[in-house]
């Protein structure tokens, strides 16, 4: 090893080191910590999974579900909303149709930096709190990354059968309807499908920030430290989640 | 009729496809374009119906110069201008029978045709036309579900229901075995003799082309060197398209 190489491994290694300082003491990491909170962690798990069992079938777990329902309504309109809006972009940003590709594709990297739980925020100030906040988040967000998939989907299609539509006499729209919707449309019901599942998590904690849906309730029994009814409503979550992404995967397999 | 003068096609990339072109098609003929990979022959045949724009010199197909038609007179001239590729170029998803109906999209009004609304006439000449392929069974079948040879006769039908004077084919039978490709030529040569439609076939197989066409000619690095008879395509012709020969 060179003499220069030495001095960049013990430079590199230094700042490694110095990195981890950093973020030790930045976070105020104590082990002693963890130990202390065990025994309270362990109590709070069991009342959430264990104790939480003896609810389910009661009325507060028959309303969690009906929260849960209007969840999933929430995640499917801003879903299918979301849908609808993308199209256009998928075209405006995908290389083979739009001269402006690399533009759309920044815009639709923007719109997706945005977490959904800040867009909740910004639409509870703005239309006030309630599930129609909730949507517009969850259809805001799903535009940008449905775009960036359904523009990828556009990209790779055969433009053959389109040739051969425009040699036939086709026009722009007929190219569109026949030549390119077929074989772009599978993809893009994939996708909304897949970006659902996504949406049913993400509606679920919405909530928490006043944007409907299973969030609301969920945030009130944690602040009331009602472990028990937070279990039922993390279960309904979990279970519904679960059953969701089976389906979305089975339906998604079937259509491509 | 279709009339090459000096015509001369450049790619963006500057590559010179075709340098020169002089070439008088009558009507009612079946004329095979034989030549090496990359000689031009796609561009030639793709420059008829405005595939390929023309760089420079003058083409007359039925009676209008390519090159100046608008947009929208191109249309007009390509529904009268049947095509068939070597990868079938259907659209996979679709039925049989709506890419036979993509035949008829030059004809039917846009906002008709987008919401599928074909006047019943056109879904029956569809059909006959399948009829005439011998696959009207399959017209409600998805377009992936066939073999290749039928897969080319649906883009055959496609072709009839444009009810073209023209039919261009960019190696009809290149991805197809040999039995196939007999079937799919005689079908070209039996609408060419029955319903008169002038009909232009890229082959890069010198037999099929010798069995089928009344008219060769020979392309060679965007230059027309042969042009005539089944007869006349000597080895020393062939020779001068290829470069070299090898009889089988």
Excluded: C
């Excluded at chain 1, 059968?161 to 919707?181: D, H, M, R, S, Y």
């Excluded at chain 1, 919405?206 to 409907?212: R, T």
């Excluded at chain 2, 070209?188 to 439609?197: A, M, V």
């Amino acid at each position: 090893m060179s003499r220069w190489n030495k001095v960049k491994w013990l430079i590199i290694t230094l700042l490694v080191i110095a990195v981890y300082w950093w973020a030790v003491t930045g976070i105020d990491f104590n082990l002693q910590r963890i130990i202390a909170g065990l025994p309270k962690g362990k109590v709070i798990l069991e009342r959430i999974f264990v104790k939480s069992l003896k609810y389910i079938g009661s009325p507060f777990f028959w309303e969690m579900v009906m929260e849960m329902l209007k969840t999933l309504a929430m995640a499917y309109f801003g879903t299918f909303i979301a849908s609808v809006l993308t199209v256009p972009f998928a075209f405006l940003a995908a290389v083979n149709f739009s001269p402006y590709a690399r533009f759309f594709k920044m815009l639709l990297n923007f719109i997706r930096t945005f977490p959904e739980i800040l867009l909740a925020i910004i639409f509870v100030s703005m239309v006030g709190p309630g599930p129609f906040a909730g949507v517009l988040a969850i259809g805001f967000h799903s535009v940008g990354m449905l775009g960036k998939l359904y523009a990828e989907a556009v990209e790779n299609i055969d433009m053959k059968p389109i040739e051969a539509i425009t040699a036939a006499g086709g026009n722009f729209w007929q190219k569109l309807v026949f030549g390119v919707l077929p074989q772009v449309f599978p993809h893009f019901a994939s996708y909304s499908i897949y970006r659902f599942e996504i949406a049913v998590r993400s509606a679920s904690t919405v909530g928490l920030v006043g944007a409907g849906g299973i969030g609301v309730p969920l945030l009130l029994k944690v602040q009331g430290r009602n472990w028990e009814q937070v279990g039922v409503i993390i279960i309904v979550i979990i279970v519904t989640v679960v059953i969701v992404d089976y389906l979305s995967a089975y339906i998604r397999k079937k259509i491509v | 009729m279709i009339e090459f003068r000096n015509v001369v096609v450049v790619y963006p990339n500057g590559f010179k496809a075709l340098k020169g072109i002089n070439l008088h098609i009558s009507e009612g003929e079946f004329v095979a374009i034989i030549g090496p990979s990359g000689a031009g022959k796609s561009t030639l045949i793709r420059t008829i119906n405005g595939l390929v724009r023309i760089t420079e010199g003058d083409l007359i197909v039925e009676g209008k110069h390519v090159q100046k038609l608008k947009d929208n007179e191109l249309r007009l001239l390509r529904r009268k201008i049947g095509m068939i590729f070597q990868s079938f170029n259907l659209v996979k998803r679709m039925s049989v029978l709506r890419n036979v109906l993509v035949g008829r999209l030059g004809y039917v009004s846009t906002l008709k045709s987008l919401f599928n609304l074909f006047p019943k006439e056109d879904i029956e000449f569809a059909l006959s036309n399948l009829e005439k392929v011998g696959i009207r069974e399959k017209a409600y079948v998805r377009a992936d579900q066939l073999s290749g040879g039928q897969q080319q006769r649906v883009a055959i039908a496609r072709a009839l229901t444009q009810q073209p004077d023209i039919m261009l084919a960019d190696e009809p039978v290149a991805s197809l075995d040999p039995p196939t490709a007999k079937v799919v030529m005689d079908y070209l040569k039996k609408f060419n003799e029955e319903l008169k439609i002038t009909t232009l076939v890229n082959l890069h197989d010198v037999e099929l082309a010798r069995a089928y066409a009344r008219r060769i000619i020979g392309i060679r690095a965007g230059e027309i060197v042969f042009d005539g008879k089944p007869e006349e395509l000597t080895r020393d012709v062939l020779i001068r398209i290829y470069g070299k020969w090898q009889e089988s």
